[in-house]
C-alpha cells in the first residue's frame, strides 16, 4: 500500500514556474514506477511525465518536454516535478500516481495509486 501526497500547487503568471511534491508514505516507494498525470476541466486526464524505479529514466509528453523536468528521491520517498516557462495551458489539477512496474507507462489506467491532486492555475 502506497499513500501520495501532493502538494506545491498555486496561482503564477504565464512565464513563471512551480515545483510540485509528491510525498509517498508506505513500504517499497523504489519498487514503483511515479509519474505526474493533469486533468483540465471537460478533458480527459493527461499523462505529464514519468520516472522509472531508479530516476535513470525519464519520460515526458511533447507539451512539456524541455519545460519540465521530474526526479525523484528514494531515500525521501518523494517525487518532483519542477516545471518552467509555464503556459495558460498547463493550468490542471496535477495528480502523482505509482505502479509496481519496471518501465514507465503513460496510461493512467495501470497506475494504482494516487493523490488528491494539487492545482496549477496559469494565468496570462
Known amino acids: 500500500q502506497l499513500q501520495l501526497v501532493e502538494s506545491g500547487g498555486a496561482l503564477v503568471q504565464a512565464g513563471g514556474s512551480l515545483r510540485l511534491s509528491c510525498a509517498a508514505s508506505?513500504?517499497?516507494?523504489?519498487?514503483?514506477?511515479m509519474a505526474w498525470f493533469r486533468q483540465a476541466p471537460g478533458k480527459e486526464r493527461e499523462f505529464v511525465a514519468g520516472?522509472?524505479?531508479?530516476?535513470?529514466?525519464?519520460s515526458y509528453v511533447d507539451s512539456v518536454r524541455g519545460r519540465v523536468t521530474i526526479s525523484r528521491d528514494n531515500a525521501e520517498n518523494t517525487v518532483l516535478l519542477q516545471m518552467n516557462s509555464l503556459k495558460p495551458e498547463d493550468t490542471a489539477v496535477y495528480y502523482c500516481?505509482?505502479?509496481?512496474?519496471?518501465?514507465?507507462?503513460?496510461?493512467?489506467?495501470?497506475?494504482?495509486?494516487w493523490g488528491q491532486g494539487t492545482q496549477v492555475t496559469v494565468s496570462s
Open positions: 520516472i522509472n524505479r531508479n530516476g535513470g529514466r525519464t
Open positions: 500516481a505509482a505502479v509496481n512496474k519496471f518501465t514507465i507507462i503513460d496510461v493512467p489506467n495501470v497506475y494504482d495509486y
Open positions: 508506505g513500504r517499497f516507494f523504489s519498487m514503483y514506477v
